[in-house]
């Protein structure tokens, strides 16, 4: 008889813990995606100088980038890892303190609630905004760059144009496309292979987030406070058990959670898949095609990588918008905290 390694029960779906697969934790994913992706930027940055090829200068500028996104990337989410032992060290030292009051208690854990809350979307925004910036002035350059190779060579015959070296092109954007399905399968096996939230889904207005947990409890408090006066103590616990259940009822599981921080390390991977593929197309039409010559294939790739670029960076873009309201929904729920506070105070000297 084996214990399921999802619910715990005997037997309940023929799983065991001891042959589930384990998955990859986003270190993991963030370290493996910025050994791979710096190594093989390096390498293909010279092989394009070589090819004098746009889309592979492009993408190996554009792979940097995503290296450069990782190592944020991952300091951010060791960050966020220290931040929630932290915060689950001094929940554990205020639950052991016998000289504080239950709402005293669960005041000052709303509040570490909110400050823990903020600090992890900081570290949610900073490295995204940081990669989208630089990507945009990479899509830039490359673009402009393109284009204006495209319009010269409708004025100029084709023995005036640059020869890429299509062969370099084709080989080293296939081998990238290998490096980008392996980042892929990687997070496939952290149940992300279709890519992370980017915003909570649910209904807005719906109170099982943790802003709307915290300003809930901090009102019934304040509330029952002014009515029952002297007996206080005694419904404390009834809305500490009440409020503890709400959030736990509100808790989503890891793999549902927002992770803007991780959305912006898959975003880089996917869109290097795509960058691969079209250079790829390029070269073989290139090759197949006479009609077509190399630099204008090279340079019609660089486009589309430029455009698949921006495309990829849409949900991103959506995300930081969002994670940015929640950081001033915070600001305005840390102020109504401190005028409830306040109140509480007042009430307790007025009895």
Known sequence: MSHCSRCGVICCCGRSTDTERKKPSNETLLCIAFASFIGFATVQTVVALLAKSQAMIGDSAAMAVDALAYGFNLLAEREKHVDDLEAELSAATMEGDTNITPLELESAKAEKRLRHRRRQLQLELVPPLISVSVLLIVVGYVLNDAIRTLVLDVNRSETEQSRPN????????????????????????ANHLTGYNTVEKQPIGECNNEIDDNERLIERYATHFEIQGGNERKAESSHINTSSEDVMSGEQGE???????????????FADTLRSISVVIAAMVALTVDSVSPEVADSTAAVIVSVIIFMSILPLLRGIAHTWGELQSISREELNARDNDAKLELGGIMS
């Open 166 to 189: 299509i062969i370099l092109m084709m080989t080293f954007s296939t081998l990238n496309l290998l490096v980008d399905v392996m980042n892929v399968m990687c997070f496939a096996r």
């Open 255 to 269: 793999d549902e959670r927002v992770n803007l921080n991780m959305c912006s390390a898959y975003t880089h991977v």
